[in-house]
């Protein structure tokens, strides 16, 4: 009774909030699961398949409530060879035995082990996701740019006005998350300037990034034949899969855990993670684990429960059926506004000047493990390096600074 009731609390304590959270969250995961999927070589629905089904059953299987799961670029990046050499058909096998391997790893408590992660590896690791998430928006605002005087001009614009309304909205009123404020206002704008030039608006709307159109499918297993030889292709995915996937989420979860000052059931979001990842496989979708830009941009627009995810969730799948001509509306830049706000909001700023004040030699140390975690994370874009490099020099850094300290006692 008492387990019904604390999973109850987590859908009611936050209506408001967690339903205006949802809807922001819906439309800042939509440009970047569609980069994601035409990255990996397939086709954008699939991202969205795999985005409804994450952030619907994790609302309801995950362990961190208000933490943003779906097709993230991590995975995508993992399975483009897979996809180029031998098609969908092993790929969904793969996501589908990924998925096995996760629940196997959460039922195991593998979860627990985050508590085993420094604390400058873990800033480390927030500070190069901000880094990350602000270069892929100038990236994705150069890629999309039209390039005219009055596409670029509006392209800027579009993003200063975003950004002011994120940032001062909250001074009138804190009843509704800024971040939604600034996508309805920037699309309205949009849509007025263009009617007025006669329908040239000279930026790139949500839609112009890809097919968004598609009816949900049925669930079934995989079409190539589940054999050795399918077994011998796909195990080497399915394993980086498991583990990137987990490692991008728990490291995301602790991240949440902070922002919310609230604990989370690690290894329940290992198995829901998994049951997630099955599902996909036999809908026919791509792979997804947690999304740290989008989680945050959650979180920063009010969400706390489950119900914001859900929400999410919902919003995706009328998008799904109906949302061409609503995304159709809605220009890139709005989204590049928020997601550099959440940008510029998650880099531990505080941090940043901690790292010249502490000069004892244990700080200096900690301040060269969250700079080399940042560099490695950054430059190879890629969590695990980052993380594993960063532990790894932690733990030869806290036995030089045992071995030193007993040696001045001697």
Partial sequence: ??????????????????????????????????????????????????????????????????????????????????????????????VLLAGIFQIVLGLCRVGNLMRYVPVPVMAGF???????????????????????????????????????????????????????????????????????????????MISDLGNLKGSWPGLHLPGAPLNGETLGIILPYSISLAFVGLLETMLTNQVIDEMTESESNKNRECVGQGVANIFCGMLGAMPGCAMIGQAITNVKSGGRGRLSTFVAGAILTFLLAFGSVILGIIPLAALIGVMIFVSITTFNWKNLRGMFQNRSLKGVFETIVTVVTVVVTVATNNLAYGVGIGIGLFVIFHFLHRYIQLKRMR
């Fill in 126 to 204: 927030v500070d190069a996701l901000a880094i990350i998430i602000f270069k892929s928006q100038i990236t994705s605002m150069l890629d999309n740019i039209v390039v005219t005087p009055g596409g670029i001009a509006k392209m800027l614009i579009y993003i200063g006005l975003g950004l002011l309304i994120i940032y001062l909205f909250p001074k009138v009123t804190d009843k509704v998350p800024s971040t939604l404020v600034a996508l309805i206002v920037v699309s309205a704008v949009s849509l007025v300037i263009a009617l007025i030039c006669g329908g040239n608006s000279d930026v790139k």
């Fill in 1 to 94: 009774m008492n387990v019904l009731k604390r999973e109850l609390g987590q859908w009611r304590f936050n209506l408001k909030g967690d339903a205006l959270a949802g809807i922001v969250s819906a439309f800042s995961v939509i440009p970047e699961v569609i980069g994601f999927t035409i990255v990996a070589g397939v086709p954008p629905i699939y991202g969205l398949y795999t985005s409804v089904a994450f952030l619907i059953l994790l609302s309801f299987l995950g362990g961190r409530p208000a933490m943003v799961s779906a097709g993230a670029g991590s995975m995508a990046v993992v399975v483009v060879t897979l996809i180029a050499e031998h098609g969908t058909a092993y790929l969904f096998w793969a």
